[in-house]
């Protein structure tokens, strides 16, 4: 559990019944009031941790937004339509939920004086120039998902500047850990790790040469802790670890670390893949003090070990 200098505080997290948002809510609920604000549409009420207090609710729906914003001092917002695909199928969709919500909780945040922590995303690059990526790389999203992260990202700042709110946006890379369930539009990583675990083929999608930076969950807490509590404001922040790996070098690991006899297969390169994703996160250490703690093998040593316990391989 990472260690925080948040104690005593009354914080809201949205989608705290998600992947992100539950570690941030087990890591803060024994020294803080604990909100959760969650639809539950690919959250879960079981993420949920004793000790918090969950609203079911759409971060759309102002009147519950309202009940969940009361008398804190902090909000992390996590809540969002998180499937890039889901938001290509329905860009009006992922508008409403992840720019106009937020648009709202921004509001919110400004009447109640509120510091918030927001959830950006490497998306906003799009394909880069270069890496590592740094804060002032570019921003071409390539996806309505990484405009519509684009655009909260931008909307942080500008009610830093105009309205004096404390807030600080999190720009995350590839994000896995534990409790991030394999399904088709989830995180590479669980994905191999299911099918190694179920005997089946891990697909690499083309040759699997292109790399991704890939944080582990525990480092993502410690971001967003540090977010919440720095004298920086206004600021956005790249939260990767500043290596990456191919691909093939994840399915090769999985394989090994699994001891599976499944085989790694290629199949189709993804349509508008990007080939390089690696974060330059020097930004984040010098404003923050945020400094990565897990390695990419431990990482997967932990989320492989929740995987034994807590899913079912189909037989
Ligand atoms: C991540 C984020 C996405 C967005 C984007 C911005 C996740 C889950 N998604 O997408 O929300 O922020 O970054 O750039 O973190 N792959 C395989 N086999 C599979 C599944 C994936 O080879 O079964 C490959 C895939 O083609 C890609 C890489 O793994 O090259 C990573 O895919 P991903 O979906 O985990 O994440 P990414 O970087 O596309």
């Avoid at 191999?192 to 292109?210: H, M, N, P, R």
């Avoid at 945020?290 to 093998?297: A, C, L």
């Amino acid at each position: 559990m990472t260690a925080t200098a948040l104690t005593g505080k009354r914080i809201l997290i949205t989608g705290g019944a998600g992947f992100i948002g539950s570690h941030l809510a087990r890591t803060l609920v024994a020294e803080n009031e604990v909100v959760i604000l969650d639809a539950l549409t690919t959250g879960s009420r079981s993420n949920v941790p004793d000790g918090a207090t969950f609203i079911e609710g759409d971060i759309r729906d102002d009147a519950a937004l309202e009940r969940a914003i009361d008398g804190v001092d902090v909000i992390f917002h996590e809540a969002a339509l998180v499937s890039v695909e889901r938001a290509i199928d329905d860009p009006p969709l992922s508008h409403a939920i992840n720019v106009g919500a937020t648009l709202s909780l921004l509001e919110a945040a400004r009447d109640h004086d509120v510091r918030v922590v927001l959830a950006s995303s490497a998306a906003i690059y799009g394909h880069p120039e270069s890496v590592p990526i740094d804060e002032a790389e570019p921003k071409t999203p390539a996806s309505p998902y990484g405009i519509d992260k684009h655009s909260i990202d931008q909307y942080a700042r500008q009610y830093h500047d105009q309205y004096g709110l404390e807030v600080v946006a999190l720009r995350y890379f590839n994000v896995f850990g534990p409790g991030q369930v394999a399904g088709p539009y989830s995180g590479v990583i669980s994905i191999f790790l299911e099918q190694a675990l179920a005997g089946e083929s891990i697909t690499v999608e083309g040759d699997g040469s292109q790399t991704r930076d890939f944080v582990y969950i525990d480092d993502v807490v410690q971001a967003n802790c540090l977010a919440a509590t720095s004298a920086t404001s206004g600021h956005a922040f790249n939260i990767g670890t500043g290596q990456a790996v191919t691909i093939r070098e994840v399915a090769e690991q999985i394989q090994e670390q699994t001891g599976t006899d499944a085989a790694i297969v290629h199949t189709e390169p993804r349509a508008g893949d990007i080939d390089h994703s690696r974060a330059d996160i020097s930004a984040a250490k010098a404003a923050l003090g945020y400094e990565p703690t897990v390695s990419f093998e431990d990482g997967l040593e932990h989320t492989l070990e929740w995987y034994r316990t807590h899913q079912q391989p189909t037989p």
